[in-house]
């Protein structure tokens, strides 16, 4: 039958010193081993530093069974005020697990002495086999306090129901937050809410950032690897938007405190590319046309567009293509078209072949009947032969018929053409 047990007085000390420590087995999850591990035996404390970073089975007590008495377990970085380390996760390996025992975390705060730390314990109070991660918020007020001589930033986990089986542990590991770092904009503004992924350590053998907590405004701490051969490693941030104005070398990593704030990490936001002039929208008289094809619309003020049926139509109203402007398929598309603009009045003659009538185009696309080849030379000249142009009977549509020109004072062309300075006159619109 098993006696029943009780966690004696037990103080498991974890202490990191100011020099790193010698060669160890390899750290399987967090960045650092508790430098001293103290057993409180109920009368004196009980060296356990080597046993905690070695993973043998059963070689860390962490209670004993024997006569009951106040049982408590604590743990530390750092000897010096200056370089007290936050820490904020232990992984403990139990390899025996303790039962019906119940353990309360504390931390020594300011002003108020031990105080109930409010953890997450996957240990499940050292009554769970296995790596078990215990881990917590850095209270405000936690500051440093001396215990066996040793003083730092202390929490402690207080049994409050004793054990009948005695916990043990194979090895300790700790997440502790040693290298403070200060992160700024080029004008020295903080740069406040960074995380982990924002941090990048280089020329390290281990390049993991363990952790990243920002202790002030733009001041931050991360827990960084402490093997002796990481030494003088390079961290950088690495922010969307920002540029950085180079790493900064950690100094060599131990299990302490190192501030480099004095040397801060500057980031620059990168001038967003302007975003590009919106092209303006093509104004009512416009001639437009797209990249991929050569047709070129009029926009009429109707909002609509008219095409020109062919070059012949295009240079009775403009001299050369120099007023045409380009627009995306998207907005020509945009664009209802309205029908074909009709040849500029006055200019040329028309004909179908079809039909040996020539016509005199007057304003609105209203074709006129020259009756005779007196009238079109009085009207056009002795040339006018050469002003006259074949439509294409699929256009003949667009245009009207109106009075015959009889005689030559029924029609002059270059009134016409005075009179008619517009595409958007000649659709009467």
């Not at 031990?114 to 109070?125: A, I």
């Amino acid at each position: 039958m098993l006696r029943k047990t009780l966690f004696l007085s037990l103080i498991f000390a974890f202490v990191l010193a100011l020099m790193p420590i010698g060669p160890v087995e390899a750290i399987s999850y967090l960045n650092t081993y508790p430098e001293q591990v103290y057993y409180w035996d109920g009368t004196s404390y009980i060296g356990e530093t080597g046993d905690a970073q070695t993973d043998t089975p059963g070689d860390v007590m962490l209670g004993r069974d024997a006569a009951p008495k106040s049982s408590t377990f604590y743990v530390t970085l750092g000897h010096l005020e200056s370089l007290y380390a936050y820490f904020d996760e232990l992984y403990i390996n139990v390899t025996t697990a303790g039962d019906t025992g119940v353990v309360t975390w504390e931390y020594y705060s300011e002003g108020s002495g031990w105080l109930t730390l409010d953890v997450t314990d996957e240990t499940n109070g050292f009554t769970q086999t296995g790596w078990g991660k215990v881990s917590w918020d850095i209270p405000p007020d936690w500051v440093g306090s001396s215990i066996n001589g040793k003083s730092g930033r202390w929490v402690r986990a207080k049994t409050t129901t004793s054990f009948y089986t005695q916990p043990l542990a194979g090895q300790v590991e700790v997440r502790g937050y040693n290298l403070r770092v200060k992160v700024q904009d080029n004008v020295g503004t903080a740069m406040t809410g960074l995380l982990a992924d924002d941090f990048s350590l280089t020329d390290c053998d281990d390049t993991t950032v363990y952790g990243v907590r920002e202790e002030l405004n733009g001041l931050y701490e991360l827990a960084l690897a402490t093997r002796v051969a990481d030494t003088n490693c390079n961290v950088n941030v690495t922010k969307s938007g920002y540029t950085s104005s180079g790493a900064i070398a950690t100094g060599d990593m131990y299990n302490f405190i190192n501030d480099n704030s004095s040397t801060p990490i500057e980031l620059t936001a990168v001038e967003p590319e302007p975003e590009p002039e919106p092209e303006p929208e093509p104004a009512e008289g416009e001639l437009i046309k797209t990249a991929d094809y050569d047709a070129v619309y009029y926009l009429a003020s109707d909002g609509k567009r008219y095409a020109f049926p062919n070059s012949k139509v295009y240079f009775s109203w403009y001299d050369d293509f120099s007023g045409v402007t380009e627009i995306s398929a998207s907005e020509m598309a945009a664009i209802t078209l309205g029908g074909n603009v009709t040849y500029r009045p006055g200019v040329r003659m028309i004909k179908i072949q079809s039909d040996p009538k020539t016509y005199a185009v007057t304003e609105g696309g209203v074709l006129r009947w020259i009756q005779t080849e007196e009238l079109a030379i009085a009207l056009y000249g002795t040339d006018w032969n050469t002003k006259i142009d074949d439509v294409d009977v699929a256009f003949w549509v667009n245009y009207a018929f109106g009075e015959d020109i009889d005689e030559a004072s029924d029609f002059d062309p270059a009134a016409a053409t005075s009179a008619t300075t517009t595409i958007n006159q000649n659709l009467e619109l």
